[in-house]
């Protein structure tokens, strides 16, 4: 009867691929049940059964302090060798748990402690069963996926999961915002309850049912010797490298939950949004990450994960310390664009930090022996992102009634002018602390060592250039050594600050080839390529303090871009270069941009992005040239002048590709439009 559940000891290569798909489906409905039992729903929900900051901090703690459950898991696993007669009991017990979860306001009086007393204890419960079944199906996944497809099968995974959170997260907060404008006075919390019951109806039960259908290779043999409990749950622990990977988890674990788990926290009461708005910001860096996960993917395999981790932690920060300067010391002006910037940047952030982590635990682990590897890796996460919430609300409870504030006055004759320049209060100093801790703990991430990891800046420039189909849009974009440049000397000196200018440029040269892409491909393709480049950069320039030192790295993504959607049109594809080249210097021409570094950028684009897609770079090179030509007068310019520009920047991409490359780019250029 129970027959399903025991492993096979050969699979098919169609079993393999059916079981894949089981588990990601089995991802989509648990992303979509955890969006209604965490993050935004559970904060708002907790606050209406009358929590505080510790209690939140205490909610937060619960799933991540429950992770040393783990320790009997990995005893178990790697005594009977079997994992899926572990994971589907344990997953089915831990999704039932918020059939009682959300019926707490029917049983019990709200707000009031015993109702926020009851969630804990409901939590603390479940908190019994889910590590088990992570345990076993991390361990379970690792043989059903070969090592070189992990980053891709977790980034299409996370995908599904955070799919499911945006279009049921979204959907819920709309509910609960009907339900509590129609509700009779006193049953608003109710739509929590039919929410939280609801969706287990829904997706607690398919879950379980979708992971009993997937098949679990067998185990290879435990060892002859018979080895003590305690020394296999050390062994991890002997490993110098594991080590250091454990000591970056729990610290790092440890900074960013002492201050994510009080985001929803802080715009429902500092800056007084609904739940909705709250949702929605959530939605906005869900589909941020479910947009850039395949990229960190995909490029974890190719650079390595423990790169991709550095770039994501850092951007993770950045984004952590911007959350001081959503108040100036209330909701103010530059509030909400603000904060759909840091969602933005969570989201891309989180994508990278989520795929990497666990994919590192698997790396390390050898092979047939990374259950106590997965463990402890999971145990150290837990340890941190346990006691980060926890510490991060007593904190934020002994910050309330204190503050920091810094004014800036100017006084005159005429009297004083005042301006607050910085206010810490509250959830304030969380941010800022956990900013702190968060650049230490990068130190610890750089002493970690995987095989075949390549360097930072080079993972920011094979970020732009993935060589496969699906990736194009982003082989479009300059590599993110751009952010190198001396105009972003000062800029990349602040943590992330280099990921999140890499993040726009490749945003930026992905717009220019949709635009181009979507441009009618009959009469007329001049000028709707002129339009829809131009307005592209426009869009991106709105979004920017300060675009005087950027004319150059502008025209070089929007340029670029544009090559690589022209690639595919054949004769067409000079027509596209040119009038790509035409609107993106007669857009950056109304603006304070050096016209030199425009002209020398618009080159050293077209020329790079023909390189890229396999176009003869000299025919590209000329389209542009007459372009520049074209557009001379109306920079005030002479037409040699604004050539001799281009020719710059074209011969300078060119080089890169070798002397005959560069001999017959020169060759496109009158004498005296080129360097001799």
Do not use: C
Not at 72 to 80: Q, V
Not at 109 to 119: F, L, N, Q
């Amino acid at each position: 009867m129970l027959g399903f559940l025991r492993p096979s000891p050969t699979l098919s290569e169609r079993n393999v691929r059916r079981s894949q798909l089981m588990m990601r489906l089995d991802g989509l409905t648990a992303g979509a049940l955890f969006s209604l039992g965490s993050g935004g729903f559970m904060a708002a929900y907790a606050l209406a059964l009358g929590a505080n900051n510790l209690q939140v901090g205490i909610l937060a703690a619960l799933p991540p302090v429950s992770q040393v459950i783990q320790l009997p898991a990995i005893l178990a696993i790697e005594k009977f060798r079997v994992r899926k007669a572990i994971a589907v009991p344990a997953w089915f017990l831990a999704q039932l748990m918020w059939l009682p979860i959300g019926a707490v306001p029917f049983l019990l009086d709200t707000p009031g402690a015993a109702a926020i007393s009851a969630v804990i204890a409901l939590l603390a419960v479940r908190g019994l069963f889910n590590p088990l079944y992570v345990t076993a199906t991390v361990s379970w996944t690792r043989d059903l996926v070969p090592r070189e497809l992990l980053g891709r099968y977790y980034s299409s995974r996370f995908a599904l999961i955070t799919g499911a959170m945006v279009v049921v997260g979204l959907g819920g907060s709309f509910f609960v915002r009907w339900w509590q404008d129609n509700a009779a006075p006193g049953n608003e919390i109710y739509a929590y309850s039919f929410l939280l019951m609801g969706g287990w109806a829904l997706f607690g039960i398919a879950g379980p049912l979708l992971v009993s259908r997937a098949k679990e290779p067998l185990m290879p043999p435990a060892a002859e010797e018979s080895r003590p409990a305690l020394s296999i749950l050390l062994e991890p622990l002997r490993d110098p490298n594991f080590r250091r990977l454990a000591r970056f988890l729990i610290t790092w674990n440890f900074a960013l939950n002492m201050a994510v788990p009080f985001f929803a926290v802080y715009m429902l009461t500092r800056l007084g949004f609904s739940l909705p708005i709250v949702i929605g910001f959530t939605v906005l860096s869900q589909v941020s990450n479910v947009l850039f996960i395949r990229v960190w993917g995909a490029m974890a395999d190719r650079t390595g994960s423990k790169t991709v981790l550095s770039l994501a932690a850092s951007l993770y920060l950045l984004v952590i310390v911007g959350w001081v300067f959503t108040t100036n010391p209330d909701r103010y002006f530059l509030s909400m664009p603000l904060l759909a910037v840091l969602h933005v940047f969570a989201g891309v952030a989180a994508a990278g930090v989520q795929l990497t982590v666990q994919t590192l635990a698997l790396k390390t682990a050898p092979s047939g022996r990374a259950t106590p590897y997965l463990g402890i890796a999971g145990m150290a996460t837990g340890l941190g992102a346990g006691t980060g919430p926890v510490i991060g609300g007593a904190l934020a409870d002994f910050f309330s009634v204190r503050a920091f504030r810094i004014d800036l006055s100017w006084s005159s004759p005429n009297g004083v002018f005042e301006l607050p320049a910085l206010t810490l209060t509250g959830h304030d100093f969380l941010f800022a602390i956990a900013f702190i801790l968060g650049l230490l703990t990068l130190n610890l991430l750089a002493a970690l060592r995987e095989e075949g990891e390549l360097s930072r800046e080079t993972a920011l420039n094979e970020l732009m250039s993935l060589a496969v189909p699906v990736m194009r849009p982003v082989s479009s974009v300059p590599g993110f050594g751009t952010v190198s440049a001396a105009s972003y000397g000062y800029i990349k000196r602040v943590p992330g600050a280099d990921v999140a200018l890499g993040v726009m440029a490749y945003q930026l040269a992905s717009s220019a080839q949709a635009a181009v892409a979507s441009a009618d491909r009959g009469r007329g393709l001049a000028q709707e390529v002129q339009s829809r480049v131009g307005h592209v950069l426009e869009e991106t320039v709105e979004r920017m303090e300060d675009v005087g030192d950027h004319g150059l790295e502008l025209a070089r993504h929007a340029t670029r871009g544009a090559i690589h959607a022209g690639s595919d049109l054949g004769e067409q594809a000079e027509r596209v270069a040119r009038a790509a080249a035409v609107g993106t210097l007669r857009t950056l021409a109304r603006l304070p941009v050096s016209l030199g570094e425009t002209l020398s950028g618009t080159g050293y684009g077209a020329v790079q992005g023909a390189l890229e897609t396999g176009r003869e770079p000299s025919e590209v090179a000329a389209a542009v040239l007459e372009a520049a030509r074209e557009v001379a007068p109306e920079l005030g310019l002479t037409e040699d002048e604004a050539a001799s520009a281009v020719a710059e920047g074209a011969m300078e991409a060119a080089s890169s590709a070798g002397d005959d490359t560069l001999a017959a780019v020169r060759a496109a250029f009158p004498r005296r439009s080129g360097p001799n």
